[in-house]
Nanobody, 121 residues
């Protein structure tokens, strides 16, 4: 069984910074793309940033230049450094990872439970 656990959310003033972490654990064979999504109240879940197993990142235009995604393959962990935060960044942030477990033939998408990020103006 595979689990994702996020940490690092919280309350911050506009212009501040937060760093999110997400660690994958369990019967992991290989971890492919990892990423972060967010969902604000009354809105659909949207992509924030993803990073391939080789370390190539992609960002939503709304966060490009302010957020940085990175990963530590040895720890099966993905990070999201968020700088210059704005009130519109307020949302629940979800970690996502495409993982082939040791008990499955094909990789599956896994989600973490989410962590709240609140940016006050």
């Amino acid at each position: 069984q595979v689990q994702l656990v996020e940490s690092g959310g919280g309350l911050v003033q506009a212009g501040g910074s937060l760093r999110l972490s997400c660690a994958a654990s369990g019967t992991i064979g290989s971890v492919n793309t990892m990423g972060w999504y967010r969902q604000a109240p009354g809105k659909q879940r949207e992509l924030v940033a993803i990073i391939t197993s080789g370390g190539s990142p992609n960002y939503a235009s709304s966060v490009k230049g302010r957020f940085t995604i990175s990963r530590d393959n040895a720890k099966n962990t993905v990070y999201l450094q968020m700088n210059s935060l704005k009130p519109e960044d307020t949302a629940v942030y979800y970690c996502n990872a495409n993982i082939r477990s040791l008990t499955a033939w094909n990789p599956l998408n896994y989600w973490g439970p989410g962590t709240q990020v609140t940016v006050s103006s």
